[in-house]
């Protein structure tokens, strides 16, 4: 063998690639960032869960507030405003002077700690109030 064939590189043709050592690299740097995009994916997830609960605890607050306003009966009041709310939210109704405030509170749910309380709240001008 000649000095040529032992330690010299071959020629190699254009656009053929190269044998290296980083081969399977990209399947190790797959396996790393697939689990943090899951999470990350999961995450955003849950905050989009998180702002739909806090929008339907407004709008269920408004629904109430209206219907306060109204002079409807506590129990219409309380069902018009469960009638818009998340599942399983604690509705609260008082009667401040003229105004009447409606609070609905809402647990998203979430794993471990990451459950979060929403709320959302309305006040309306009692309608027998104006003149």
């Known amino acids: 063998m000649s000095s040529s064939e032992r330690g010299a590189p071959r020629p190699r043709a254009r656009g053929v690639p190269t044998r290296t050592r980083d081969a399977g690299f990209a399947t190790a740097e797959t396996a790393v960032v697939l689990p943090v995009l899951v999470v990350v994916v999961a995450a955003l997830i849950w905050g989009l869960m998180a702002a739909c609960a806090r929008i ?9 507030a209206r219907a306060a306003a109204r002079s409807e009966t506590p129990s219409e009041v309380i069902s018009a405003a469960r009638g818009a709310a998340p599942r399983d939210a604690h509705v609260a109704v008082a ?10 509170e809402a647990q998203v749910p979430g794993v471990a700690r990451l459950t979060v309380r929403v709320d959302g709240e309305a006040v309306a001008l009692a309608e027998e109030t104006v003149r």
């Open 56 to 64: 339907e605890c407004l709008d269920a607050a408004r629904a109430g």
């Open 95 to 104: 009667r401040e002077g003229d105004l009447v405030r409606v609070r609905v």
